[in-house]
């Protein structure tokens, strides 16, 4: 591979980066040091695209330089579905304490980061997220103790564990327990009588929250959020096959968990007003 921009020393790291982004991707050579698209502010080291996405590596001294994260709310702006990771090689230099500086901010933006070790190996350490997805640090402080462990969880999964869908997923699940069990404690103190409902038999979110709103269990607006949220959460199930479809998804996907989460902030208060009790 030729390089014109990366800085000679640094060629046989991005050499080891391409093969071992191309691998773990299922993915041909890297183009290199072109720009992706013109409304995307970065021509990356190397990039790939595929059907939904676009991959890219950035090749630097470190796990997280400068020009990566000056860049980094351009990209995000953008909306495009992108993957950034940076490649470094493993005799950086830098103190322990700086490298774990930088590991915690690609985890902190949801970029990922390839170790390359001077026999030429490459290991992705952390394979970071598609960028429009990036959520900020939650505050975890505004929910109430039996739900705030549920929500740190979910946003550990969702950007230092590089698995949003999962993530949300967690939420959803979640949500539709809480509220299961609300329903549970309504029809032993007789209070919801609809047949369809028989403990611990299974029932959709959707027609046991219509059954629960019909017969005025709780708070309706709470309940209608959370019904709306179990449709929409499987609504972006499914795979997207296009770029197109991969924007939309990601969009709905990051507003699913921050719809999720204000359930969670917002639930325990109104089962409590109903004269339940939360339990997970």
Known sequence: MQFTILPPPLAWVAEAANSTIKTRFNLGDGIVEKQILPEIPLQPTLHWKTKTHFIACEVAERPF??????????????????????????????????FRRD??????????YVEVNADGSGQIEYQGISLPLHLSPINSGIYVSKIRPIVQ????????????????????????????????????????????????????QSVLITHMISEGIMDIPILGRCRDFADDRNAVSHTPK??????????????????????????????????YRLIL
């Open 65 to 98: 330089p400068v020009s990566v994260k000056t860049q980094f709310a351009d990209i995000v702006a953008t909306g495009q579905p992108i993957r950034l990771l940076v490649a470094y090689p493993s005799s950086h230099g830098l103190s322990h304490e700086e």
């Open 103 to 112: 590991t915690k901010a690609n985890k902190t933006f949801g970029i990922g």
């Open 153 to 204: 969880d979910a946003f550990e999964q969702y950007m230092p564990g590089a698995n949003p869908r999962a993530s949300v997923q967690y939420i959803g699940q979640s949500v539709e327990s809480i509220i299961y069990q609300v329903a549970r404690q309504a029809k032993t103190k007789g209070n919801f009588t609809y047949a369809g409902f028989r403990p611990p038999a299974f029932i959709s």
């Open 242 to 275: 296009s770029r197109k479809e991969a924007i939309e998804v990601e969009t709905r996907l990051k507003e699913n968990f921050i719809i999720g989460a204000r359930i969670l902030e917002d639930l325990p208060a109104k089962i409590k007003s109903a004269g």
